[in-house]
């Protein structure tokens, strides 16, 4: 059977605290809140058309359809590093470089990959190795 996949829906983590969060994806980086309302010490950011980054504190979200103890396995209840790797105009990585250095990042990159696009790497406040993988739209 061949499975239909559309990409990530939503990339869920969580942080530390949520509003020093908002302020590097959605004040620094231009992510945009969504309409989805999940809640206090959450938020669902939009990051491109249907694409989502989920950002919730320890403990917040939960099921009311799965066990208690399955529900934590799912939605985790601590800070744990995570890769999420962003695409973005590959015009666009040096200006999230400068952004991120301006506001005191340490950015490793532009570095070019293997197969020519550019890549930047930066740690967010809760120590999250981010990437942004530069693409060219066809």
Known sequence: MQFRYYGIAELA???SNLERAKTFYVGL???ELSEHDVGERACILRIGE????????PGVWKSDFLAP??????????VAPTHPVFAVHQ???????????????EVDGPMPHGDG???????????????FWGWRPA
């Open 29 to 31: 980086l231009g992510f």
């Open 91 to 105: 015009d666009d990585v040096a200006g999230i470089a400068q952004r991120l250095a301006d506001a005191g990042y």
């Open 69 to 78: 103890e399955r529900s934590a396995a799912y939605f985790g209840n601590e």
């Open 50 to 57: 249907n694409r989502f980054l989920g950002l919730w504190e």
């Open 117 to 131: 696009s550019l890549h930047l790497y930066v740690s967010d406040p809760d120590n999250h190795a981010i990437e």
């Open 13 to 15: 983590i969580v942080v």
